[in-house]
């Protein structure tokens, strides 16, 4: 049989060769489909292009078309920098300037060629110049590659050309492919989808979004690609769901004697509606005969701790195991402390498993694990190594789920027989991301707070207004409460960050009394942390300075303050975790940052939608929107395939169109068996199934 079309190598297509074959896989271009879904970022419109004489704003984004005049390594003050002087067809003159890349811009901008440079324009030395501009080669000669005025640019252009690929000489390989091979191309998505969508035609859309004749063609091929893109990602996700389904899952006896005891007797106060709906969908999982993987989320303080450690009891009365996974070491100690604290009375066993133990404590414990006496273990991904063996493992816990990857959580599943998955959320998903990542987990959200929470309060101030935020603390520190003073992450590269830190201890031992004020930050050895911790928990501690470390989790309900320095560097949800960590008793709560925000627009941006609301939801679609779906909730860690030309937020209505066409299919054929379906199934089969085993696996 013939190969199938899109899986064939670019190796031996005109043009490209082994050495360029080698190039292109350095940008995960192996075979055609790669090739074709390799799409352009940009456009450039012959017909809109800038003149030098026509400048007059610093800092736009303009285009101009030139032939490179001179190239010149230039001695700066401090470092070198490469001058390249253009002229545009108008004999206007602009100079570009590169810091880093000499070599191979060198070897890309030969004097002579004709060169289309975009870029942010500034005025300087009373010329106008070009930093770091993106360019490519024009088409001169050969075949016509352009099919009119409007020309693709490509991503990673200027990596491209580093490997000794033009945009040009991408655009020359894309067009024989298309010109050899094009009718070949299968049709992926059914006619019927098409049709009830309204889409443009796949071979006709790729060929479009490489060679477009228009703006409208352009607009139409990307909406096509896109659907088609959300489409194979919705029906991984139907596929995924629908084959854990069909394994057995560990079914529970259902007993449940001491989690009646726990829920009744045990908590000291009553869960609210929220919680108790939560539980009743995990216990019907757990009883069903089918694995749970079930994410619970719900906004920071809502009490999602509450409902994990009541599964893990169930799951203890049914004489199985349980885990309870941390994203940090502090944390899992604290799981660890609060564990004992509940569960132990109840008779069942609690162990720790973290990085930082003994070797003699890790192997009595590792010894307990595979025994079966330890009922519930508290860890972090400790847990995920492969000397951990469990005697009967039924259900997994995973807080702050995005904090692992896609591979841990794959192992953890490995360690017992299709054991139930929880994972929990610490800020809410947006919907529009939920429906691409998580579509294939089951959802449980908690609505609501515990009674009588009161809305924290948040200032924004400047740091001339900070008698105002001590006067603030002092106050609440006088009345018996406590406070968090929290600054940003200490790492290797801001050492004056931990500076600030062992500053602000100083200070609030000034403030307060010395003896009751704590410091705790990522440098120090796991046991110190712990114990500074505990102190703060016992109330002996009443003012924690700290960087990051105490972002998620941590509980200490009589905090009712919590300050934060330099609050333009962190990210909104982190801002948002951050607040939680006060509110969590029914006194009145502060929350105040202390930041200087001229700096950057975007970042004035996300304290004010943090000053405005504490509604997790909200938040979390300000967050999407502010920075996109890349490095929000990891993901890029997930496994999942990876978007490459729709967007997330910007393009929910065409995902829901997508998910819509999925739906209707899955009505009508879950296995992809009728014949229409056929060219859909093998492209699935090819591309999607067998790039995506691991995350299968995590199922
Ligand atoms: P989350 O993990 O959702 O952020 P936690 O489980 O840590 O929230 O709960 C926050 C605080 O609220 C904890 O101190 C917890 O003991 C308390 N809590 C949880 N549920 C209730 C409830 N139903 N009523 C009162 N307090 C609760
Ligand atoms: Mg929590």
């Given at each position: ?242 084959k854990r389904a069909e394994r057995t899952g560990i079914r529970l006896n259902g007993q449940g004697v001491r989690y009646?005891?726990f ?16 539980l009743?969908t995990i216990e019907e999982d757990m009883l069903s005969g089918y694995p749970m993987y079930r994410m619970l ?7 999602k701790t509450?409902v994990a450690v009541a599964a893990l009891i169930l799951v203890a009365d049914s004489r199985f195991q349980g885990v309870f996974m941390a994203p940090?070491?502090?944390l899992a100690e604290?799981q660890y402390?609060s564990l004992s604290?509940y569960l132990e009375?109840l008779g069942i066993k609690v162990g720790l498993l973290i990085g930082?133990q003994?070797?003699?404590v890790r192997e009595q414990v590792l010894a307990e694990i595979a025994s079966g006496e330890i009922d519930i273990v508290a860890g972090t991904h400790a847990v995920f190594q492969e000397q951990v063996k469990f005697k009967k493992l039924a259900l997994a816990v995973v807080d702050e789920q995005?904090r692992f990857g896609v591979e841990q959580r794959a192992s953890l599943v490995a360690k017992g027989e299709n054991p139930h998955v929880l994972m929990m ?16 987990l089951s ?251 691991g995350?299968a696996r995590t199922g």
């Open positions: 049989m013939a190969k199938y079309v899109f899986a064939e190598s670019v190796r031996y297509l005109k043009g490209v060769g082994p050495s360029r074959a080698d190039a292109l896989s350095q940008f995960g271009v192996e075979t055609y489909r790669d090739l074709l879904h390799y799409y352009p970022r940009r456009y450039l419109d012959h017909s809109n292009v800038s003149q030098v004489i026509h400048l007059d704003t610093q800092g736009e984004m303009v285009t101009i078309i030139g032939v490179v005049h001179g190239v010149e390594v230039v001695k700066g003050r401090n470092r070198q920098r490469l001058e390249v002087l253009i002229r545009d067809d108008w004999n206007g003159r602009l100079k570009l300037i590169w810091f880093k890349g000499f070599k191979w811009i060198q070897k890309a901008l030969v004097p002579g060629y004709r060169i289309a440079f975009t870029g942010e324009v500034s005025r300087f030395d009373k010329s106008w110049t070009m930093v770091h501009p993106d360019f490519d080669r024009l088409d001169e000669g050969g075949p016509q590659l352009s099919t009119g005025r409007i020309t693709a640019l490509y991503p990673g252009s200027t990596r491209l050309q580093g490997v000794g690929l033009s945009s040009r000489a991408f655009r020359k390989i894309v067009y024989q492919l298309i010109q050899s091979h094009g009718l070949k191309f299968p049709q992926v998505l059914p006619e019927w989808v098409e049709k009830k969508h309204n889409l443009l035609d796949g071979r006709v859309a790729l060929r479009a979004i490489h060679f477009p004749k228009s703006h409208e063609e352009i607009e139409k091929a990307r909406y096509r690609l896109k659907f088609e893109e959300f489409f194979f990602l919705q029906l991984l996700l139907h596929h995924t769901k629908k009646r005891q829920i009744n007797e045990v908590l000291p106060f009553e869960l609210t509606q929220g919680q108790k709906d939560a009743k989320q719900g906004d920071v303080g809502c009490g509450v940090t070491e502090v604290q402390a604290q009375p930082g003994r070797k003699r995005h959320s610490a800020t809410p998903i947006p919907r529009s991301l939920s429906l691409t990542m998580y579509g294939d959802m449980t959200t908690i609505r609501d707070l515990p009674k009588g929470r009161k809305r924290i309060i948040t200032r924004l101030l400047r740091e001339s207004r900070r008698s105002e935020m001590e006067a603030i603390v002092l106050e609440q520190l006088r009345q018996g409460r406590q406070a968090y003073i929290v600054y940003p992450q200490v790492d290797e590269s801001e050492k004056s960050d931990l500076k600030n830190a062992e500053a602000g201890f100083l200070a609030w031992q000034r403030l307060h009394q010395k003896d009751k004020v704590g410091l705790v930050h990522g440098k120090m050895k796991s046991q110190e942390k712990e114990a500074v911790m505990a102190r703060f928990k016992s109330g002996q501690v009443q003012v924690l300075v700290a960087t990051t470390v105490i972002e998620v989790g941590v509980d200490a309900s009589e905090a009712t303050v919590i300050v934060i320095e330099h609050a333009e560097r962190f990210g909104l949800s982190q801002l948002h975790q951050l607040r939680g960590r006060v509110g969590r008793s029914n006194h009145q709560s502060y929350c105040i940052l202390m930041a200087e925000w001229r700096q950057s627009l975007e970042s004035k941006e996300r304290l004010e939608v943090i000053e405005r609301t504490t509604d997790g939801f909200e938040i979390s679609e300000a967050d999407l929107k502010l920075r996109g779906a890349g490095d929000l909730f990891g993901t890029r860690q997930s496994g999942m395939p990876e978007l490459r030309i729709a967007e997330i937020p910007g393009d929910t209505p065409i995902l829901e169109q997508a998910q819509q066409a999925v739906r209707d299919l899955w009505e009508r054929d879950q296995d992809l068996a009728l014949p229409q379906h056929q060219a859909m199934h093998t492209y699935f089969e090819t591309f999607i199934l067998a790039r995506m085993e995350y």
